[in-house]
T-cell receptor
Framework: DGGITQSPKYLFRKEGQNVTLSCEQN?????MYWYRQDPGQGLRLIYY???????QKGDIAEGYSVSREKKESFPLTVTSAQKNPTAFYLC?????????????FGDGTRLSIL | SQQGEEDPQALSIQEGENATMNCSYK?????LQWYRQNSGRGLVHLIL?????REKHSGRLRVTLDTSKKSSSLLITASRAADTASYFC?????????FGGGTRLMVKP
């Protein structure tokens, strides 16, 4: 079955530590996205990538970094510069070359501070 | 600020009743999409309506779009306890989406 896999499901970060969230898709989608969701809120865009080796900042990129070395993978690093990282992180993908496409989501990673 | 704003923020109904959620937005769009999120899970796409469409149906879901009022509504008919979830509208420009804050729907058995 095609889909998006996020791991781990739960992650804990110590003070001053960088952590990396994994996102893998086998939908052959060109575009991938990272969102942050705070309790009771909507989604805010962190980074997106429309093609391998290229990515763009979203609305809240500060304190985060990404890479897109393979079409299937779009890992997100939450750096120590992100002072309030506790949130639910969602990865999504879409078939970018066709207009008006829905986004397909993984089941998220919940990040907490130790 | 968010492009889409849902109303109400929370809705509680009895099984069998209809649920209506509204979404307002501010700028021009290519499409408007509705997503569902069960607690602690990712979002699931429900329905997409293009800017030149006025109404769309999918099973028990009915979506309307009024571009002159910059608003959309999602109607779930004959609701079930399994419909309990948060529902988000998202406005599309290109393939970028901007999400609203969501409506939390509770359907009591």
């Amino acid at each position: 079955d095609g889909g998006i896999t996020q791991s781990p499901k739960y992650l804990f970060r110590k003070e001053g530590q960088n952590v990396t969230l994994s996102c893998e898709q086998n939908l052959n989608h060109d575009a991938m996205y990272w969102y942050r969701q705070d309790p009771g809120q909507g989604l805010r865009l962190i980074y997106y990538s429309q093609i391998v080796n290229d990515f763009q900042k979203g609305d809240i990129a500060e304190g985060y970094s990404v890479s897109r070395e393979k079409k299937e993978s779009f890992p997100l690093t939450v750096t120590s510069a992100q002072k309030n990282p506790t949130a639910f992180y969602l990865c999504a993908s879409s078939a970018d070359r066709v207009r008006d496409q829905p986004q397909h989501f993984g089941d998220g990673t919940r990040l907490s501070i130790l | 600020s968010q492009q889409g704003e849902e109303d109400p923020q929370a809705l509680s109904i009895q099984e069998g009743e209809n649920a209506t959620m509204n979404c307002s937005y501010k700028t021009s769009i290519n499409n408007l999409q509705w997503y569902r999120q069960n607690s602690g899970r990712g979002l699931v796409h429900l329905i997409l309506i293009r800017s030149n469409e006025r109404e769309k149906h999918s099973g028990r879901l009915r979506v309307t779009l009024d571009t002159s009022k910059k608003s959309s509504s999602l109607l779930i008919t004959a609701s079930r306890a399994a419909d309990t979830a948060s529902y988000f509208c998202a406005t599309g420009a290109g393939n970028m989406l901007t999400f609203g804050g969501g409506t939390r729907l509770m359907v009591k058995p």
